[in-house]
């Protein structure tokens, strides 16, 4: 498998959890910013980490970048405790 990430398909099975693992680790790894562009995306946002919480829905269309620092399991253990939530 190539290091480039413009290489890498979304395997089979594979849930928008273990992409997002995957991107955070390697921007920790290289210790890289995140760039990603939108166009015209609409996203709800949790108010508080309930199941019934109430969301602010996000609208973005241009670049965001975020940079990452820190360990890997901990966002990514959230990000599996709160889909378990909403299930």
Known sequence: MS???????????????????????TAIDREEDLECTFEEVTVDVPLRMDSESEFARWHLDGTVRVHVEGMRGPLADWL????????
């Open 3 to 25: 290091n480039d990430p413009s290489d890498r398909s979304v395997a089979e099975g594979q849930t928008w959890l273990d992409v997002v693992d995957d991107v955070l680790d």
């Open 80 to 87: 599996h405790w709160w889909s378990r939530q909403l299930s």
